[in-house]
């Protein structure tokens, strides 16, 4: 648990947050066992292009100022989005940080009138699965994706 003088705020991307934010993913990618998908790269590599100037959004947690987490949201198509590169450190799992970025997620994706939040992942991810359940998302069955890691797919209506 954090302490009296422990201060945690979920912020928007900014870019001295980039290294961060390829190292919270890389470290959770290669932690699984995944490999750096070519969609991985691109999302990695320039999240400015990939995501925010394509009408997304990318959320950072942090300790103390310190990003301890991270989370996008990229537009789709249809209008919903897409919740992707969730990832908390170590060191601040148990603070509640998924449910709190997954927040800003819904959030973001209401105020722009989004239908639906919509992800994919692997069964292997159980505790974000569950936590994904929690909070309200639904299987779905199996969708086209880049990603070969992928074998689960879900979508929370807004």
């Not at 003088?5 to 993913?25: G, Q």
């Not at 310190?66 to 148990?94: I, N, Q, W």
């Not at 505790?127 to 069955?141: E, T, W």
Request: proline residues 6%; aromatic residues 8%; charged residues 20%.
């Amino acid at each position: 648990m954090p302490n009296a003088d422990t201060v945690i705020s979920i912020v928007r991307y900014r870019p001295d947050h980039a290294a961060a934010w390829r190292s919270l993913n890389e470290d959770w990618l290669i932690a699984g066992g995944y490999l750096l998908e070519a969609k991985d790269q691109l999302v990695l590599g320039d999240p400015q292009g990939v995501i925010l100037d394509r009408g997304g959004h990318v959320f950072i947690a942090e300790r103390n100022g310190d990003p301890v987490g991270c989370c996008s949201l990229m537009a789709m198509a249809d209008g919903g989005f897409e919740v992707g590169k969730m990832a908390v450190t170590e060191g601040a799992r148990g603070l509640n940080l998924g449910w709190r970025l997954l927040e800003a997620c819904e959030a973001a994706a209401r105020a722009a009138g989004a239908p639906r939040l919509y992800l994919e992942t692997n069964a292997a991810q159980t505790h974000a699965i569950a936590l994904y359940r929690r909070f309200g998302f639904l299987a779905l069955p199996p969708q086209p994706t880049p990603y070969a890691r992928c074998n689960v797919w879900m979508a929370k209506p807004l």
